[in-house]
């Protein structure tokens, strides 16, 4: 099997944290598709393909080393970060709200203090938005 790494919230319960989800998400990189997404419904397993979208192949390249199973609580972070600015778009206030939590729980149990990489794929006051959930947290 080739390389993938989960990602999303199993990724997260799997560091720690507390929060449920009934889907297993990750990140690949599948040469033969152009997709950004696809779903294997038997497994209720989720991929992102960084073949697919630019973002996806920029956390791929940043964890190009990482054999796995679970991606760096740092590349969590960047797609965290960039589902939340996603999900607020788009109105899926919910998944938005897990995705807050998501940093939440990143910067509190990592002390990670920065995104590194969605910050080039976001506008700049989505920027700042993502940034005040960061905030929020470190002076807590």
Known sequence: ?????????????ALGSSRTTIDTDYLINDKTSKLAFS????KNVDYCNANGLKFFAAIWKMEKNNIGPLAS??????????????????????????????????????GL??????NKFISEGEL???NK???????A
Not at 39 to 42: L, Y
Not at 82 to 109: M, P, W
């Open 1 to 13: 099997m080739e390389k993938q790494l989960m990602i999303g919230g199993q990724a997260l319960v």
């Open 39 to 42: 779903h294997d419904k038997a």
């Open 73 to 110: 609580p740092q590349a969590l972070l960047e797609l965290k970060a960039f589902s939340f600015v996603q999900h607020c778009q788009n109105g899926h206030f919910t998944k938005a709200d897990d995705a807050e939590y998501d940093i939440k729980f990143l910067v509190r149990k990592f």
């Open 113 to 118: 203090t920065e995104i590194k990489i969605a």
């Open 128 to 130: 700042f938005e993502v």
């Open 133 to 139: 959930v960061i905030q929020s947290v470190r002076k």
